[in-house]
């Protein structure tokens, strides 16, 4: 079975501040995608990236950097600069990636990211 | 691309009506999914289709709900005898068989049962 854990429920910041969001997994499977998902107040979740677990390599895209680490399952995800526009709930999830799979997500329970002036 | 869109935004009921949500998956996608979000939890998978056949039902899905999607493209989700542990969002999501398991999500749907 497959299993997403965010530890931190909810997290505040004051803008400018730098913050991460906490990700680990278990899956069996030796073929899977990560996933994160913002899900601002209006309730839409908004895809932010997919990495599957043969590239490890970090990513960077403006003020948001993710750091896969399969040694320890954690695929985990900063904010840098934040900005009052950030606050959400982040999600982190994951999927079987063999074929014939539905791919289905597994989520965690969310993050809760405040961002204040 | 138009995103995924869903119908009705909202839905209020009264317990023991039959309800039916609507998915509307971008174009050309042949994955659609149904999850299920309640307060304060991430969304749980519930079914699976891959252009018309459901090819996947979790144990979520109990004999009250029904999913079903004629010719492959829009989607029907039906809620029988609704009970108030119904309420909660219903969210769709599309994506394209050989491309890395993508799902794009809609607006979704909450349903309150009174």
């Known amino acids: 079975a497959q299993k997403v854990t965010q530890a931190q429920t909810e997290i505040s910041v004051v803008e400018k501040e730098d913050v991460t969001l906490d990700c680990v997994y278990e899956t069996r499977d030796t073929t899977y995608y990560l996933f994160w998902y913002k899900q601002p107040p209006s309730g839409e979740l908004v895809f932010l990236i997919r990495?599957?677990?043969?590239?490890?390599q970090n990513e960077i895209s403006g003020r948001y950097s993710w750091n896969f680490q399969k040694s320890t399952s954690s695929f985990n995800f900063t904010i840098t600069a934040s900005q009052v526009v950030d606050s959400a709930v982040y999600f982190c999830a994951l999927s079987g990636g063999g074929a014939g799979t539905a791919s289905k997500l597994t989520f965690g329970t969310g993050t809760r990211l405040q961002v204040t002036l | 691309d138009t995103g995924v869109s869903q119908d009705p935004r909202h839905k209020i009921t009264k317990r023991g009506q039959n309800v039916t949500f609507r998915c509307d998956p971008i174009?050309?996608?042949?994955?659609l999914y149904w999850y299920r979000q309640t307060l304060g939890q991430g969304p749980e998978f519930l079914t699976y289709?891959?252009?018309?056949?459901?090819?996947?039902k979790s144990r979520l899905l109990s004999d009250r709900f029904s999913a079903e999607r004629p010719k492959g493209s829009f989607s029907t989700l039906e809620i029988q005898r609704t009970e108030q542990g119904d309420s909660a969002m219903y969210l769709c999501a599309s994506g394209r068989l050989a491309v890395n398991n993508e799902q794009f999500f809609g607006p979704g749907t909450r349903l309150t049962v009174l």
């Open positions: 174009s050309e996608h042949n994955r």
């Open positions: 289709f891959q252009n018309e056949a459901q090819l996947e």
């Open positions: 990495r599957n677990s043969f590239d490890e």
